[in-house]
């Protein structure tokens, strides 16, 4: 084991061009016991770019090269990972994701990337190998996923469409959380995905939909599947504020004002009558 880790690092050096072969990985994430985990990963090289069928990725326990828990070759890999880790990055495109399913409370790792050579026309091993054991993903185990967050556009207005937001993140991008909604169908619902943080993504379900004055004080309740099985909700109360209200307040008012010019248009009559028969009278008397 000496004699091979001593190689390893040697090789991690170019010796064509003394340039170092580098990856870089989220060296902590939060994985949620029983679903799955996705761990980023790219790796660089000096000199061409070398085509995937020249390379060959392992992931291993810590610095026990051979506790092997991803290879393609399946015989090599650890009894426990065995069926439960996939390599979802292209190795030609520098990049070395690993998805982890099913994950075990034991899951912690750390992990680390190793990268082989190998012979294009027979597909052997060759000399070159490059281990990457400073840079090593670790897992924090929860027993929960969390619980979605809801938010709110405004106010929600009787006959107008009025939008809910259900949100979680997650470490899971290649088997996002499944939403669903206490009302309406899924014509009502859009559903985006996005990395928030290196390593952690955003998985959020927004519902459209025109409340009517039944849905006043109504709860709604949004539902997050997770992959694996576990399942979290929230709720919250609809308030709808009606076109009613609108109305009570418009129609006094509009009476209000139109009681004030009607009697202001009377008062204005009234005086031009007194006026006139006031002229009538004066005329009356100078003569």
Not at 48 to 71: F, Q
Not at 81 to 89: A, C, E, Q, Y
């Given at each position: 084991?000496?004699?091979?880790?001593?190689?390893?690092?040697?090789?991690?050096?170019?010796?064509?061009?003394?340039?170092?072969?580098?990856?870089?990985?989220?060296?902590?994430?939060?994985?949620?016991?029983?679903?799955?985990?996705?761990l980023p990963c790219s790796f660089n090289y000096p000199g061409t770019l070398l085509p995937t069928?020249?390379?060959?990725?392992?992931?291993?326990?810590?610095?026990?090269?051979?506790?092997?828990?991803?290879?393609?070759?399946?015989?090599?890999?650890?009894?426990?990972?065995?069926?439960?880790?996939?390599?979802?990055?292209?190795?030609?495109?520098?990049?070395?994701?690993?998805?982890?399913?099913?994950?075990?409370?034991?899951?912690?790792?750390?992990?680390?990337?190793?990268?082989?050579?190998?012979?294009?026309?027979?597909?052997?091993?060759?000399?070159?190998?490059?281990?990457?054991?400073?840079?090593?993903?670790?897992?924090?185990?929860?027993?929960?996923?969390p619980e979605p967050e809801l938010f709110q556009s405004n106010t929600a207005v009787q006959g107008?469409?009025?939008?809910?937001?259900?949100?979680?993140?997650?470490?899971?991008?290649?088997?996002?959380?499944?939403?669903?909604?206490?009302?309406?169908?899924?014509?009502?619902?859009?559903?985006?995905?996005?990395?928030?943080?290196?390593?952690?993504?955003?998985?959020?379900?927004?519902?459209?939909?025109?409340?009517?004055?039944?849905?006043?004080?109504?709860?709604?309740?949004?539902?997050?599947?997770?992959?694996?099985?576990?399942?979290?909700?929230?709720?919250?109360?609809?308030?709808?504020?009606?076109?009613?209200?609108?109305?009570?307040?418009?129609?006094?008012?509009?009476?209000?004002?139109?009681?004030?010019?009607?009697?202001?248009?009377?008062?204005?009559?009234?005086?031009?009558?007194?006026?006139?028969?006031?002229?009538?009278?004066?005329?009356?008397?100078?003569?």
């Amino acid at each position: 084991t000496d004699v091979i880790r001593f190689h390893l690092e040697c090789c991690i050096c170019s010796p064509a061009l003394g340039e170092k072969w580098t990856a870089s990985v989220v060296k902590s994430l939060e994985a949620v016991v029983g679903s799955c985990v996705v761990l980023p990963c790219s790796f660089n090289y000096p000199g061409t770019l070398l085509p995937t069928s020249r390379l060959r990725g392992i992931w291993h326990l810590s610095k026990e090269d051979t506790k092997i828990v991803y290879s393609e070759d399946n015989t090599k890999v650890l009894d426990s990972f065995k069926g439960r880790t996939n390599m979802l990055g292209k190795l030609g495109d520098k990049n070395c994701t690993l998805e982890i399913t099913d994950v075990k409370d034991h899951d912690n790792g750390p992990f680390c990337f190793r990268i082989e050579l190998v012979k294009t026309h027979d597909n052997k091993e060759t000399t070159e190998k490059y281990s990457f054991v400073d840079e090593c993903a670790e897992l924090k185990m929860q027993r929960d996923p969390p619980e979605p967050e809801l938010f709110q556009s405004n106010t929600a207005v009787q006959g107008k469409p009025y939008a809910i937001t259900c949100s979680v993140r997650h470490t899971c991008p290649s088997h996002v959380p499944v939403f669903t909604w206490s009302r309406g169908s899924k014509d009502d619902v859009i559903h985006i995905q996005k990395p928030v943080l290196s390593g952690i993504w955003e998985t959020q379900s927004i519902m459209v939909f025109i409340p009517e004055e039944k849905d006043d004080h109504t709860q709604i309740t949004c539902t997050a599947a997770f992959n694996g099985g576990k399942v979290k909700s929230r709720s919250i109360q609809l308030n709808v504020k009606r076109i009613g209200n609108i109305y009570h307040i418009i129609i006094p008012v509009a009476v209000a004002i139109g009681t004030a010019v009607i009697f202001g248009v009377i008062c204005i009559a009234v005086m031009k009558k007194y006026k006139n028969r006031i002229a009538e009278l004066q005329s009356r008397e100078g003569r």
